[in-house]
């Protein structure tokens, strides 16, 4: 021990003079006058002293390569310190050893008394093992004395409980009246017990019925404890053996109670109503119960209204599913009369509302058993409009129950209920829709198909007035989606979609023919292949677009035969059919919807602002259609600017002082379409710049032609006088050139104001003002523009 603590006390030296030889260092450090002022070797030793901040603090006025070596100067200091500290001690280390004597006798001594301990240890975890084992073991056989004696308790239950039953089953036999089931078998459960058993409570007083409906809420408990304790001892062979009397004393107490709750719905006393019914729940059988409701309350009455019903009008097709909402309301009357007080007392009770579905166990599957039996064309979806009104009155019979519940609660239940389940299966809603979008969409599409546009019918219910057939159609159609004879709530997303799909059909209609017009008039176009710059494209416009045609969108297709003024007839109806879409069909369709979420409402107005946009843009290639047909019979006039050069260079003809006489007929077919009524006000100004930028873009180019035309000639003609030396001929080839550039100039400001008197300012165009400046005097060129 000594000995150890001499070591201790050594490192502990040894680690204390390293300390003190750091300290000293740099004490010895700051006395010393060789090192740097800025060298401080104490800051090394601080409990905050960092290395990087204390570098990069010195690296600003001290280099790199002296701090260096200064440290490691510093370095081989410490060093040489540590060096003499050490070897002070050494002679003391080096003895240490020798000092430390009878260091193993030492060591026995201390571990004598520890084996001593460990063995102690040893047999008392023995003992404590010994005594763990066997009070484990004493458990085990008390748990098991106890599971036995469970089991045991439990089958003297079971017994006991049974016997109980039987002898409540007893007096249950011997309680109704005389002429009841007194002298039935010995569980009761024949049919003609059940018969004696109904005919005996029948003569029972309210009284006497009440004290009746009591004892079997009794029995009822106690077959409900019996039934438990044979779902909890199921795995024991007695419980095995006991079950089939078990499942005869239910089957008795249910024949029981099945002829006390009838005479109960026959007397209508709420006391004993109540009674049976939680005799019923007690054993888990409201099946039963909504069975005796169905057959004494609800069959007399649906039969007889269906009977009767086919007695005036046999139902057996399609044919007849009119007549349903008659049946319906006709049951729906019956009901009322029959279960209303009944309906009433059970689900105002939040213990029978839960655990009996009456109004779909009950009232909905006597329903449907009956209309599947007697009418069952009434759910063919072969007719449409049939199968709508019967649907219709379907809804509104099952709206007629739902309004027997009190409680959201019941509203859903009767929902979740396997009767509505099945009741809402027999309406095949798929059918009647495909159907209906066979009709709406069908209907359209013959519109669509035919060859020429045809006249649309005189509007009856005031709706907008439309030009052609295909857009009275679109609006239709959509009138027939939203109207109430033919939509359906069940089918909202359908019916919204088929809208959709008609207006984005009409739209495509248009469009597609559009491109065909517009790819037929380049194939005619390029098929000439005799003129350049256009020139084969100006002849003969609409007999080539005809022919054309044929390439693409099959010979004497409507949008090849279609004229100008039909087709800003046809921007009449889209434009018609837009207001009418905002106006009337989207508010319709928007009340029909009122009971969606507001982001379904709000997709909805996004799909039908995307539809009019498409809309929109079938009205717009519809114009361009018509500003390109326009410009084409302009340019065939505007062809004739070419005889201005022969005119001046074949004849003797003055200077020129007014315009040529075809100017004025260049936007004559422009003129002539404004004049009438196939466009609005709108359409017509954006037709009229159309048209005038397109005549002026091909003026510029025709007059570009015609001028450098000019210039090549009056070039060859120089060249053929200066060989001649003079000859005879007309006018000088630079004034004739003059003459030409001056028509040239007049008739470009007469084409400004016919296109002004067509409501365009062609000085905003710019196909014109190259044109001016083309043509004009030098004088005139860069002054502003004037008519």
């Keep these: 021990m000594p000995a150890q603590a001499g070591g201790s006390g050594a490192a502990a030296e040894g680690g204390a003079a390293v300390e003190a030889a750091t300290a000293e260092t740099a004490s010895l450090s700051l006395a010393d006058s060789s090192l740097p002022l800025w060298f401080k070797p104490e800051l090394f030793v601080g409990p905050e002293f960092n290395p990087v901040a204390y570098v990069a603090d010195l690296k600003r006025y001290v280099p790199l390569e002296t701090l260096s070596s200064e440290l490691h100067s510093h370095l081989d200091a410490l060093k040489s310190k540590l060096v003499e500290v050490v070897n002070e001690d050494y002679n003391d280390f080096v003895s240490l050893s020798t000092k430390l004597v009878n260091v193993d006798g030492s060591l026995a001594r201390m571990q004598r008394p520890l084996l001593e301990l460990q063995e102690k240890l040893e047999a008392v975890r023995s003992s404590v093992a010994g005594a763990s084992a066997e009070l484990q073991s004493g458990l085990a056989r008390r ?322 007035r439309f030009h052609w057939a295909p857009s009275a159609a679109v609006w239709a159609g959509l009138q027939r989606c939203a109207s109430p004879d033919v939509f359906l709530p069940q089918l909202a997303d359908k019916f919204v979609r088929l809208a959709l799909q008609l207006l984005a059909r009409y739209a495509a209609w248009i469009s597609t023919g559009m491109q065909q017009r517009a790819e037929a008039a380049e194939a005619a176009a390029a098929g000439v292949g005799g003129e350049a710059a256009g020139g084969g494209r100006e002849q003969q416009p609409q007999q080539q677009q005809a022919e054309g045609s044929s390439g693409s969108g099959g010979g004497g297709s409507w949008d090849s035969s279609a004229t100008p003024e039909q087709l800003a007839a046809l921007r009449q109806d889209i434009d018609s059919l837009l207001a009418a879409l905002l106006s009337s069909f989207v508010p319709q369709l928007s009340a029909l919807l009122a009971g969606l979420p507001a982001e379904a409402a709000e997709a909805v107005a996004s799909s039908f602002g995307e539809a009019s946009e498409q809309l929109e843009a079938a009205g717009q290639a519809l114009m361009g259609a018509v500003a390109e047909t326009l410009t084409e019979k302009s340019v065939v006039v505007l062809k004739q600017l070419r005889g201005i050069v022969a005119t001046f260079r074949m004849t003797n003809r003055a200077q020129p002082s007014r315009p040529s006489h075809y100017v004025s007929m260049i936007l004559a077919p422009l003129h002539q379409f404004l004049q009438g009524e196939a466009a609005s006000k709108l359409a017509r100004q954006q037709l009229a710049a159309a048209v005038a930028a397109g005549v002026s873009a091909r003026y510029l180019h025709l007059a570009d032609d015609t001028l450098s035309t000019v210039r090549k000639t009056e070039s060859s003609l120089k060249r053929l006088k200066a060989r001649q030396q003079g000859g005879e001929g007309g006018a000088a080839p630079a004034d004739t050139d003059k003459m030409i550039a001056l028509q040239l100039f007049l008739d470009v400001q007469e084409f400004g104001r016919q296109a002004k008197q067509a409501g365009v300012d062609a000085t905003q165009l710019e196909s014109y003002q190259q044109l001016w400046r083309m043509v004009a005097p030098d004088e005139q060129a860069a002054a502003p523009i004037s008519f």
């Design 143 to 464: 748990q098991a004395v106890a599971a036995a004696r469970a089991l045991l308790e439990l089958m003297q239950d079971t017994a006991h409980v049974m016997s109980k039953v039987d002898k409540l089953l007893g007096e249950v036999r011997a309680s109704p009246a005389p002429g009841g089931s007194a002298s039935s078998g010995t569980n009761g459960a024949s049919a003609g017990a059940k018969a004696g058993a109904a005919a005996g409570v029948a003569a029972l007083s309210p009284e006497e019925l009440e004290a009746h409906c009591r004892l079997l809420d009794r029995v009822a408990s106690e077959v409900s404890r019996l039934q438990f304790y044979a779902a909890k001892g199921g795995e024991l062979e007695f419980m095995r053996q006991l079950q089939p009397r078990i499942d005869a004393a239910a089957e008795a107490l249910q024949g029981y109670l099945d002829a006390a709750l009838a005479a109960t719905l026959q007397s209508q006393s709420p006391v004993a109503l109540s009674v049976c019914l939680h005799a019923y729940a007690a054993i888990t059988r409201p099946q039963a119960a909504e069975a005796v409701v169905r057959s004494t309350l609800v069959a007399p009455v649906v039969r007889q209204v269906v009977a009767g019903h086919k007695s005036r009008a046999p139902l057996a097709g399609p044919a007849s599913g009119g007549q349903l909402g008659e049946v319906l309301a006709a049951v729906s009357e019956g009901l009322k009369a029959q279960c209303a007080p009944f309906l009433e007392h059970t689900l105002s009770q939040p213990s029978t509302s839960q655990a009996f579905d009456f109004l779909g166990g009950s009232l909905l599957a006597e329903v449907l058993a009956a209309l599947n039996e007697g009418m069952p064309g009434v759910f063919s979806a072969g007719v449409p409009a049939h199968f709508h009104a019967n649907f219709q009155a379907a809804l509104r019979f099952i709206e007629a129950l739902e309004g027997y519940c009190t409680q959201q609660a019941q509203v859903e239940a009767f929902r979740g209920s396997a009767a509505y389940a099945a009741f809402m299966k027999r309406w095949n809603l798929s059918v009647y829709f495909s159907l209906r979008f066979q009709d709406i969409a069908g209907g359209l599409e013959g519109k669509l198909s035919t060859a020429a546009l045809q006249a649309a019918p005189a509007s009856k219910d005031g709706g907008p």
